[in-house]
């Protein structure tokens, strides 16, 4: 079974900074990837999707970008953060159009 | 309009009880239903995954989806303290998104 790598759990930087949060998956091989975030208390928000290398959909137009440099690897990043983008940043994968498979989740918060 | 809608709770049951959740879903392309668990400060964890309509059980665990009234249903019987969490539904069609609901707290009191 797959297994969703999330790194760091918890972030916290300053308006204005730059952004790398990095998504690794094991056990599966050409994966849809995902990025969601989630305000507190909120539902889960498709940020951007991935079907294949260097294929990426943008589901909110704002400053974040994604990238897929490898079959495994999704990588959500920020040229300058806003207070606007705390929140609880989650990558997920699937298989065809069945079920998503979740990471522990990023906690940033913009300060 | 959200594609599922769900309500938010909180919903607090004792030890025991049976926990009833329910979604609703406006979009009738939907085929694929998933229902997950998600405690404080981690990610999501699958726990349903049904396609098209009919019920589904695994262990105290059933969910049920009706696709004429585009229902979403997930009940846990014998509630324990460590079912407590948040619950959201989720339901794609071939288009490789899901849309999910809003998510149902649950508090089971010991």
């Known amino acids: 079974s797959q297994t969703i790598h999330q790194w760091p759990a918890t972030l916290v930087q300053p308006v204005g900074s730059p952004l790398s949060l990095e998504c690794t998956v094991e056990?599966?091989?050409?994966?849809?990837l995902y990025w969601y975030r989630q305000a507190a208390g909120r539902g889960l928000q498709l940020l951007f999707y991935?079907?294949?290398?260097?294929?990426i959909s943008s589901e909110v137009p704002q400053n974040l970008s994604a990238s897929r440099p490898q079959d495994r690897q999704f990588i959500l990043s920020s040229k300058k953060l806003l207070l606007s983008d705390s929140g609880f940043y989650l990558c997920?994968?699937?298989?065809?159009?069945?079920?998503?498979?979740f990471g522990q989740g990023t906690r940033l918060t913009v300060v | 309009q959200k594609e599922v809608e769900q309500d938010p709770g909180p919903l607090s049951v004792p030890e025991g009880a049976i926990v009833s959740l329910n979604c609703t879903y406006s979009?009738?392309?939907?085929?694929?239903f998933m229902w997950y668990r998600q405690y404080s400060r981690k990610g999501p964890e699958l726990l349903m995954y049904?396609?098209?309509?009919g019920n589904k059980e695994d262990g105290r665990f059933t969910a049920q989806v009706d696709k004429s009234s585009k229902y979403i249903s997930l009940f846990i019987r014998d509630s324990q303290p460590s079912d407590s969490a948040t619950y959201l539904c989720?339901?794609?069609?071939?288009?490789?998104?899901?849309?999910f609901g809003a998510g149902t707290t649950v508090t089971v009191r010991a």
């Open positions: 989720a339901s794609s069609h071939r288009d490789y998104k899901l849309s």
């Open positions: 056990g599966t091989s050409n994966p849809n």
């Open positions: 991935s079907i294949g290398i260097g294929q």
């Open positions: 997920a994968c699937s298989r065809e159009y069945t079920e998503a498979f």
């Open positions: 979009n009738s392309a939907f085929q694929y």
């Open positions: 049904t396609y098209s309509s």
